[in-house]
């Protein structure tokens, strides 16, 4: 089943006019309001958050708004650049989160999540790390997953908070008590059917057709089947300039799995000679299928370095042939690198002289594509005397980062996520526990050594000014060896909580 995604920026040209200023939080200055104007009427046409609390609304006429809240700032609108802006944070998203994205003006981007989300964690995941990422950008949002772009687009405006997550199959019960307006209607018609008692979108669901097609015209029960998932609405795909993509057109529309393996093939042969012309490798490719019901299945693959080898673009896209549904038929194959990164030709190593790297790029991408991006990392060491502050993710080829862990004292081969409690007896302040009971085993300590005193980062929180931690080696009656600590220096009560926790385990 298809799914999609509306975002919805409410103050979106303020938002682009503050990341143009350079300043990414909002201001704590006065309110801010864009105006343009309309005829000869100076109206406002763009709001922040500020200025909707204080009553200002888009539509209402600078010099009541500028009475009613003293010291409001206006900047001038400019809807061209806004619409520019809205399409290029649409190609942001087309690159990070989805082959499908499309703008849908003026203040929002829908996105077709079939296929994608799974690359995410799921569409729950997917679509708090779209508004988490868009928020530390300066950007206010709302987004909504539904089966429909009709019913995505009315949610993320009128149930988000910032995010809502639609059941399969719902439609009918979300939008029933929604307001008229969130079908996308015109204000005229808006206005009309309210003067006819319609006031939700409930109010129209037993409706007979016929007379509000005579009365509205096709546009109203063409954007209520929409919505419903009663009539296609296809998402056009967003393209950029310069996009490396090949495509290939049936005559008769193909079905078998080894027909699409084929020409996928061929594909990615096209695609790789365009992309040497260039001099640039594939680091995303998205494969569009474009089915003749105007539905798209859409595969996508990452690689860890840009690659324009053809037999490895096209494993990687074979894998996931069995994600593509053909329906009745697909009628158009559309391969396209949609990041794109440098490379040059490069003297292979050879036998004679030394012996050649060991490529693990291919084993990565595989992985990557069947297991998900964020599942396959490497540990990188990282300054800071907390344990668990001491190690980070980093993208499994990345470079060397030229450092390594202190090796003055030993540390476990298993660090726990987060330490936990345990319960012990322990003579105070620089004894190590006679025994310790976790998980609901009580081990008897035969051996021990420490204490290893760390101390808190006071320059990152206050609270760290003077907390410290003792931590001990331990070993147990069947030879088990743990790494516990106790927070606090068994004396003064404002270093810790004197508890014990177990935060790691020896191989």
């Not at 291919?362 to 990188?380: E, I, S």
């Not at 060491?381 to 993710?393: C, F, K, L, T, Y």
Request: proline content about 8%.
């Amino acid at each position: 089943m298809a799914r999609v995604i509306s975002v919805f920026l409410p103050t979106w040209p303020v938002d682009r006019l503050r990341r143009q200023a350079g300043d990414a939080a909002p201001s704590a200055e006065a309110p801010l309001v864009l105006a343009g104007r309309v005829g000869n009427r100076r109206l406002v046409t763009a709001t922040d958050a500020a200025a909707q609390q204080l009553g200002l609304h888009v539509g209402m006429p600078v010099s009541k708004a500028q009475a009613l809240v003293p010291g409001l700032r206006v900047a001038p609108a400019d809807p061209a650049e806004d619409a520019a802006s809205l399409e290029r944070l649409a190609l942001w998203v087309l690159q990070r989160f989805s082959p499908i994205v499309a703008v849908d003006p003026p203040d929002g981007i829908v996105i077709d999540s079939t296929g994608a989300d799974h690359l995410h964690g799921g569409e729950a995941a997917m679509l708090e790390a779209l508004i988490g990422r868009l928020a530390m950008s300066g950007v206010t949002a709302r987004a909504a997953v539904a089966d429909t772009w009709g019913a995505a687009h009315a949610l993320a405006r009128y149930r988000a908070d910032p995010v809502f997550w639609a059941e399969p199959g719902s439609a009918d019960t979300l939008l029933a008590p929604l307001p008229l307006a969130a079908l996308r209607l015109p204000p005229a018609t808006v206005a009309g059917l309210r003067s006819l008692g319609f006031v939700r979108i409930g109010d129209l669901l037993g409706q007979p057709r016929a007379p509000l097609t005579r009365r509205f015209g096709p546009e109203l029960c063409r954007r209520l089947d929409q919505a419903l998932g009663h009539a296609n609405e296809p998402i056009e795909p967003l393209r950029p300039e310069g996009l490396v993509e090949v495509r290939r057109s049936f005559a008769e529309p193909i079905s078998a799995a080894e027909t699409i393996a084929r020409y996928i093939g061929k594909l990615a042969v096209q695609l790789c000679a365009a992309l040497e012309e260039r001099g640039l490798g594939a680091r995303r490719l998205d494969l569009l299928c474009w089915r003749v019901d105007s539905h798209i299945q859409t595969v996508r693959v990452g690689l860890a370095q840009p690659q324009r080898d053809p037999k490895r673009l096209t494993r990687l896209l074979c894998d996931k042939i069995e994600t593509i549904a053909p329906g009745y038929g697909i009628e158009i194959l559309s391969l396209a690198a949609t990041i794109a990164e440098p490379l040059a030709a490069r003297q292979a190593a050879s036998r004679l002289i030394e012996e050649p790297a060991a490529d693990l790029s291919g084993l990565v991408d595989v992985l990557a594509n069947r297991v998900g991006a964020r599942a396959v990392y490497r540990m990188a060491p990282v300054a800071s005397d907390v344990p668990e502050r001491a190690v980070a993710r980093i993208a499994a080829l990345a470079e060397p980062v030229g450092a390594g862990w202190p090796d003055h004292w030993p540390r476990p081969s298993r660090l726990l996520p987060r330490p936990e409690p345990i319960e012990t007896m322990a003579l105070l302040p620089d004894h190590p526990p006679v025994w310790i009971a976790w998980r609901g085993i009580r081990r008897r300590v035969r051996r021990a050594d420490g204490p290893e005193r760390v101390f808190g980062e006071w320059w990152k929180r206050d609270a760290e000014m003077i907390a410290v931690r003792d931590y001990f080696r331990i070993e147990d009656d069947g030879g088990e060896r743990f790494w516990i600590f106790r927070a606090g220096d068994g004396e003064n009560l404002g270093t810790g909580s004197h508890r014990w926790f177990l935060h790691g385990v020896f191989g």
